[in-house]
């Protein structure tokens, strides 16, 4: 509506005298009037190249090998309607309700029977539910990160943490990985280097199992070393393991937690061994930081939802969840099968790691192609990846791409790679012809340490 002095970028407030003068946000533009309301830190604010791509991945006739999407196809669909059904009917009003803003009780409980499965001994009491794993990483960033504290994370690392600690200002260190995941010896020489130049360091942050995006496992023994290392240096490790179940041939490693129970917060998630829709994660922390948690997930959202809780806990309790999380290892495997075949028969100048579990591979592309500069061509030969500078904060990763092979079909991660190829091939050929010539051909080139390249 127009105010009463027609200016519809204002509006009238009468003073304490009785006039009226017109208030107006701050300085603007017409794309966006309150520009100059937001707090300094949306300005570092960008979404991510995922994200992105999704609205041009989907389509049908593209082969999507950007996302991390589970393949839901294997779910008992029937069944969950049917448990879902008897829900509602038996305990909607409890399910339809708000609850407790640290989760449903039995549903906590069940939470350490999965976590079991890698050697977490834990009580309900320390366990908060969460939308998701990425609201915990929300939460505990949240209560650690002041404006310019560090956070160390491996290189490269997952996008959708980067853009929590970008949200939060802080400054993301990068400690390189390689094909036995966080290096420690790295890491004690960039800790070593921050606490020099008194550098408050407060997390880090890591991706032990089937790392998001490189593939890699750490070391059961790194494990122990990491956590002396970060222990020494008073710095809280953030163990995010949404894969760790979903291993292709070995039994689950003990978690980090598992190892240390006062310095490490551990991040669980339900989306990729049952159904991300439910929305339904975990933290584990120390007391008393579990007791901060719930706070601040109360001042976010309340409460986590009670009907996908309870759905959550009604599966566990009445379907074969251990032979569920067997048949999504089975069913990636061969997906993984599929991924590197097709990678060793269509693109063998280039190098990529092969993964024991998890969703992703991570590939080097050959010398001067920049996987972000090709991402157009890419399209349009219909075939879509991540870029590796998505998942760095500093600007690496541009010879580097992400490809997933959890959600295509094994024939159409085959035809996804050969279509990939010739996009490669043709980049290749531009490149003999013209040379590489550009900045960031240039600086991908130069950078040391970019990621594990394994056959």
Request: proline share 7%.
């Amino acid at each position: 509506m127009t105010p009463a002095n027609g200016d519809p970028m204002g509006w009238v407030k009468p003073t304490p005298g009785g006039a009226a003068h017109t208030v107006r946000p701050a300085t603007g533009t017409r794309l966006d009037p309150w520009i100059g309301s937001y707090a300094d830190r949306t300005h570092g604010m960008r979404a991510s190249e995922i994200r992105a791509l999704f609205a041009v991945a989907n389509r049908p006739e593209v082969v999507s090998l950007a996302g991390g999407m589970p393949n839901l196809e294997g779910l008992p669909l029937r069944t969950l309607a049917e448990l879902s059904h008897e829900l509602v009917l038996s305990r909607g009003t409890t399910a339809l309700q708000y609850g407790s803003g640290q989760g449903d009780q039995t549903l906590r409980e069940q939470i350490l029977d999965v976590m079991r499965l890698e050697g977490i001994e834990a009580h309900p009491d320390d366990v908060v539910v969460t939308t998701g794993s990425q609201q915990a990483l929300d939460l505990v960033t949240r209560l650690f990160i002041n404006p310019g504290d560090v956070i160390v994370a491996e290189a490269p690392s997952y996008v959708g943490a980067l853009g929590v600690f970008r949200a939060y200002e802080a400054d993301v260190v990068h400690v390189p990985l390689d094909e036995a995941g966080l290096i420690p010896e790295a890491l004690e020489e960039v800790l070593t280097r921050l606490d020099h130049e008194g550098r408050a360091v407060k997390l880090l942050y890591t991706v032990p199992n089937f790392h998001n995006p490189a593939g890699v496992t750490l070391s059961l023994e790194r494990r122990p070393r990491v956590l002396e290392i970060a222990r020494r240096h008073g710095v809280l490790v953030v163990e995010d393991n949404p894969y760790g179940l979903l291993g292709f041939e070995n039994e689950p490693l003990p978690a980090m937690r598992s190892m240390d129970d006062s310095g490490v917060i551990y991040l669980g998630s339900f989306s990729k061994t049952f159904a991300p829709g439910y929305r339904v994660g975990w933290a584990v922390a120390p007391h008393s930081i579990r007791e901060k948690l719930v706070l601040a997930s109360e001042s976010a959202i309340l409460c986590p939802s009670n009907a996908s809780q309870l759905a959550v806990s009604t599966y566990l309790a009445n379907h074969d969840w251990r032979g569920q999380i067997k048949a999504y290892r089975e069913m990636y495997r061969e997906r993984r099968d599929a991924m590197i075949g097709a990678l060793t028969e269509h693109m063998p100048e280039a190098s990529w790691t092969v993964p024991d579990g998890g969703f992703y591979t991570w590939v080097k592309l050959p010398h001067g192609i920049d996987a972000q500069a090709m991402l157009p061509r890419a399209i349009t030969a219909l075939v879509a990846y991540v870029s590796g500078t998505a998942f760095y904060a500093d600007g690496q990763g541009a010879n580097h791409m992400r490809l997933s092979f959890c959600y295509p079909t094994p024939d159409r991660i085959r035809e996804g790679v050969r279509r990939l190829a010739g996009v490669v091939a043709a980049e290749t050929e531009l490149l003999e012809i013209f040379g590489a010539g550009t900045d960031a051909h240039r600086e991908a080139d130069a950078v040391e340490g970019a990621g594990p390249d394994v056959h």
